[in-house]
């Protein structure tokens, strides 16, 4: 019998739950053990592993969050944390697992992927582990992930899991906060959560009719704030009654300095002369209750993972379950971590044309 884990690591994100139920069903319908692994990879550090059956995971396909805790593992980024993971499965005679998370997440999936091999054989010399496991079934480790970040950052897959979500949460904010801003004809400025990816700033901006956006993939040249504050005028002048500027929180100018929400609403103010106010709207972003996007895709998702668990190839090489023009597909797992870093560099490389061509349509029409 086939005993699977699964883990949720990193930021949490709305699609969670609805993950972990059909993983865990697909799984049991097809034969298997699941086991939770708790808190991340803090759980396979420590050894917080639980059975899970159908009933563990009812009613929580419309819950936000992860019933099964997330972190972020300062612990398994060492080589002797990951020993212990490798320990850890063994001793609980698991050798699937599925990692929900982030790029992070899924680097340390492959990392452990990597040394597994090496980690068995210091388990051996150790006596820690039997000499046999190695070679055994039991010593062939699968690995699958599935990407859950409201950031859509992600190379490989069209929407991860939790975007949809945080960005119909960001659009109620913004549709509640533009009725007292017209009200008192102010301008606004949201900030978004998206570390150094501005898909939420760009669909929320699109979605409410912003007049200014600020993502990290296009930076302003010097000289953008009269450039706004004309453009902002130009709107006043025809009856529009407040203004909406959304920033990303990893925005940045041409030069590669950060653009902060409170810098921009001094300009308003003190250049433009406008009555200004800021919302940052941070975690809220994060919660909630997952939408019919995000249960969908988190369904047909698990589903494959599980699929994948149990194809021959599943041994070879750890893979990645995305979505590419609304079918699942399997993609190299570091082949797209490693896409997705590189945004990172060019970013920081002021790369600009390079970056949007790796975030695809959304950024380059
Ligand atoms: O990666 C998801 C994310 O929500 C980012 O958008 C944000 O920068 C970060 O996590 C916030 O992390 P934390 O919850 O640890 O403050």
């Known amino acids: 019998i086939k005993r699977i884990a699964l883990l949720t690591s990193g930021g949490d994100s709305c699609g969670m739950n609805p993950a972990i139920r059909a993983f865990v069903r697909a799984s049991l319908i097809k034969g298997a ?28 396909i419309n819950r936000g969050g992860t019933i099964i805790g997330t972190a972020r593992s300062a612990e398994f980024r060492t080589r002797e944390g990951r020993k212990k993971a490798a320990f850890n499965l063994i001793k609980n005679k698991i050798n699937n697992l599925l990692v929900i998370g982030g790029d992070g997440s899924l680097t340390g999936a492959n990392l452990l992927r990597e040394e597994w091999f090496g980690l068995l054989s210091e388990l051996v010399q150790e006596k820690l582990i039997d000499a046999s496991i190695p070679e055994s079934d039991l010593g062939k480790l699968s690995i699958v992930g599935m990407v859950g970040s409201i950031d859509n950052d992600m190379y490989g897959t069209d929407i991860t899991i939790g975007a949809d979500t945080a960005s119909h949460r960001i659009l109620e904010c913004i549709d509640s906060i533009l009725s007292t801003a017209v009200s008192h004809q102010r301008s606004f400025v949201i900030e978004v959560m998206g570390r150094n990816c501005g898909w939420l700033a760009l669909v929320s901006g699109l979605a409410t009719g912003a007049d200014y956006i600020f ?46 929400s409170s810098y921009v609403r001094k300009v308003l103010e003190e250049k433009g002369g406008y ?41 070879c090489e750890p893979m990645m379950i995305g979505m590419v023009g609304n079918r699942v597909v399997r993609k190299p797992l570091m082949a797209c971590v490693k896409e997705t870093q590189k945004i990172g560099a060019l970013l920081k490389e002021k790369k600009f044309k390079e970056v949007v061509q790796l975030r695809g349509p959304l950024f380059e029409e």
Not at 40 to 60: E, F, H, M, T
Not at 281 to 297: A, K, N, S
Request: charged content about 20%; proline content about 5%; glycine content about 10%.
């Open 33 to 60: 053990e699941v086991f939770a692994i708790r808190e991340g990879y803090n759980g396979l550090v420590q050894d917080s592993i639980i059975p899970l059956n159908w009933g563990s995971v009812a009613s929580i």
């Open 215 to 260: 993502a990290p993939e296009n930076p302003p040249e010097a000289g953008w704030e009269d450039v706004m504050l004309e453009g902002l005028e130009r709107g006043r002048v025809s009856g529009r009654r407040c203004s909406l500027i959304i920033v990303a929180e990893g925005a940045i100018d041409s030069n590669g300095n950060p653009i902060s």
């Open 275 to 315: 009555d200004a106010r800021i919302t940052i709207l941070g975690h809220v972003q994060r919660g909630g209750v997952p939408t019919y996007c995000d249960r969908y895709i988190a369904t047909r998702m698990a589903v494959e993972a599980v699929n994948y668990l149990f194809s021959k190839t599943a041994t």
